[in-house]
């Protein structure tokens, strides 16, 4: 590990378990997140308005992404959507949980940008990246999954799905397309490409 890196977690105190101790399903990066922010929420370590759920992905929900668990080497992953967690700290670095990234978990903002979401200026028009951004407190009030995305024509599971009940509001059994969109007039938090993501949580120390 890099002395940067190291230095940076180092004199930061995580806000959830170690990663195997984290509730988790792949590929559902959404209801990972949002047990994330609920188990956050529990502790009162840190205010859950310093976190961010992220959504990343286009207008053809085509988004390369870097170093993840399910690509070898050095190839991207193409998501149509992903979701991270941003902690906005106190101190001049910014943290992202991610449990499909093979990097430290969490990970400096800077270090998650530079090695999984890399520059848009590499990549064509069409796969280039934008993100939406709901605070914590927000995205666990209003998000709601029926899990039917996961199901093909028949029925049937295209991967195994959480172990809990489905996650709903009062107003809503699923509304995950509100959240994956990237059109600002509908669903909640905001729109941003992502090169302003990057300038607007990155080290300006």
């Known amino acids: ?15 959830v378990p170690a990663r195997p101790a984290c509730v988790y399903t792949s590929c559902y990066c959404e209801e990972n997140i949002w047990k994330l922010c609920e188990y956050i929420q ?18 053809r929900r085509m988004v390369p992404l870097w170093k993840q668990k399910s690509k070898c080497g050095n190839q991207p992953v193409i998501w149509d959507y992903h979701v991270i967690l941003l902690h906005v700290s ?3 670095q910014s943290f992202i949980y991610d449990l499909d990234t093979v990097l430290p ?3 400096p903002f800077d270090t998650y940008v530079e090695e999984a979401f890399k520059s848009d200026d590499i990549l064509e028009p069409g796969l280039r990246r934008k993100v939406r ?9 209003t998000f709601a999954s029926d899990r039917s995305h996961m199901k093909d024509a028949g029925g049937n ?4 799905p959480p172990p809990y009940p489905c996650i ?18 509908v669903g909640w938090g905001s729109i941003l490409p992502l090169s302003e993501f990057v ?6 120390s």
């Open 1 to 15: 590990m890099d002395q940067p890196l190291a230095t940076a977690l180092d004199a930061y105190q995580p806000a």
């Open 42 to 59: 529990s502790r009162n370590q840190y205010p859950l308005e310093e976190f961010y759920a992220v959504f990343i992905s286009n207008d």
């Open 90 to 92: 106190s101190g001049n």
């Open 105 to 107: 978990f969490p990970c």
């Open 133 to 141: 951004m709901v605070r914590a407190d927000l995205y666990m009030k």
């Open 157 to 160: 599971w295209l991967k195994p």
């Open 168 to 185: 709903e509001t009062a107003d809503f059994k699923m509304n995950l397309d509100h959240f994956i969109s990237m059109n600002p007039d």
């Open 199 to 204: 300038q607007g949580f990155g080290n300006h």
